[in-house]
C-alpha cells in the first residue's frame, strides 16, 4: 500500500497536510465582523456563485467561503480566473454594507488594500495595486479580486467580495504577465503558509471594512494612494466605448480613478482596464 495512504489510516499525518480548515483559520482571529463564520468546500466551480446563494438564503455579513480549487473561478467581464487545488487562495466574502450602489466600488478598494497589506506583512514582498482590482509585485499580477452585488429597488442587499491570489502557483498555470508568492521570493520559499495569509487578510479586511463602515472613504482612499502602483504615471485605460490616455492621478471619493487628459481635462473613471504604464 502506498506510503501516504498508510501514514493517514494510522493518523501519523496532521489532517491539514496542506487543506484550509475553517477551525484553524478562526482560532484566535479576534475580529469583529470578516470571518465570524468560515466555510471551507474542497473544490467548487466559484466561489462567488457559492457565496451568492448562501447570503441569499441569509448567511450573515462576514461570512468567508474559501475552496481549495475552482473549476469555473470568475473573473470580470465573463473572464476565467485559474485556480489550481492547493496553489492559492480563493475566497469570498458576504458584505451587507448599508450603502449606496456607487459606495460600494471603494470596497473592490478596501479589498485590494487589505490584500497588498496581508501580502506585505507576511511575506515582505512589495505588493502593488493596480487600479482597480489587481495586486502586482515587480510588474506581475498575483491577485485579482471580483465584487458582484444583488440590488433590490435600488438599495444594495449584499455584496460578495472574490479575492484570488497565487501563493504557490506554477508558472504553466497561470497566463502570461501573471506571477505567485513563490515566484517572487528569493529562493522561491515560502516562509510562511497559505493559513497565515488567509488570516492576516481576514485580519485587514476587518480593519479597512470597519474603518469604511464607521468613516466611509478617507481611510482606504490614504492607504490607496501609499500602494498605488499608478500614481503619476502614464496609462491606457480601455473603457467600455473607447480607449483613453493620460497621466494617472488619485482617486476621487468614490473610487474613479483620475486621468489627466493630454488636453487637461480630468476624466474621472469609475470602472475600465488599465492596459500599458509608461
Ligand atoms: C480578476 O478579473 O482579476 C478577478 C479575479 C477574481 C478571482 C476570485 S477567486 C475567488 C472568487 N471566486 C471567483 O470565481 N472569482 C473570485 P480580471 O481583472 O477580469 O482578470 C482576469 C484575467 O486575469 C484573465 O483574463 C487572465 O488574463 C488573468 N488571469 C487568469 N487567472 C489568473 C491568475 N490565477 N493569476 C493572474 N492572472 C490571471
Known amino acids: 500500500m502506498d506510503e501516504q495512504i498508510l501514514k493517514m489510516l494510522r493518523g501519523d499525518l496532521p489532517k491539514s497536510v496542506n487543506q484550509l480548515l475553517a477551525e484553524e483559520i478562526m482560532r484566535q482571529l479576534k475580529t469583529r465582523v470578516i470571518g465570524r463564520k468560515v466555510i471551507c468546500y474542497n473544490t467548487v466551480d466559484s466561489t462567488n456563485t ?85 495586486i502586482l509585485i515587480n510588474n506581475k499580477k498575483v491577485c485579482g479580486i471580483l465584487s458582484e452585488m444583488h440590488t433590490q429597488a435600488g438599495l444594495v ?66 492607504q490607496w494612494s501609499n500602494l498605488s502602483f499608478l500614481s503619476g504615471k502614464r496609462v491606457q485605460v480601455v473603457l467600455q466605448e473607447k480607449v483613453i490616455e493620460g497621466l494617472a492621478q488619485d482617486l476621487d471619493d468614490a473610487g474613479a480613478l483620475i486621468v489627466r487628459l493630454d488636453n487637461g481635462f480630468k476624466q474621472h473613471v469609475l470602472a475600465g482596464d488599465v492596459v500599458k504604464v509608461r
Open 50 to 134: 457559492v457565496a451568492f446563494a448562501l447570503a441569499e438564503q441569509g448567511m450573515p455579513e462576514g461570512t468567508a467561503v474559501f475552496a481549495e480549487g475552482q473549476k469555473k473561478g470568475k473573473g470580470r467581464l465573463g473572464r476565467n480566473w485559474s485556480s489550481p487545488k492547493a496553489k492559492g487562495i480563493y475566497i469570498s466574502l458576504i458584505l451587507r454594507p448599508h450603502a449606496s450602489v456607487r459606495a460600494t466600488g471603494l470596497i473592490t478598494l478596501l479589498a485590494a488594500v487589505s490584500v497588498a497589506q496581508a501580502i506585505r506583512k507576511t511575506s515582505g514582498l512589495n505588493a502593488l495595486i493596480r487600479w482597480p482590482n489587481d
Open 157 to 222: 442587499k449584499f455584496v460578495v467580495l472574490g479575492i484570488g491570489i497565487n501563493v504557490s502557483t506554477a508558472r504553466h498555470q497561470l497566463p502570461p504577465g501573471a506571477s505567485s508568492l513563490k515566484e517572487q521570493l528569493p529562493g522561491q520559499r515560502l516562509h510562511f503558509s497559505r493559513l497565515d495569509l488567509a488570516r492576516e487578510l481576514l485580519r485587514q479586511l476587518d480593519r479597512e471594512y470597519l474603518y469604511f463602515k464607521d468613516q466611509g472613504s478617507a481611510h482606504v482612499l490614504t
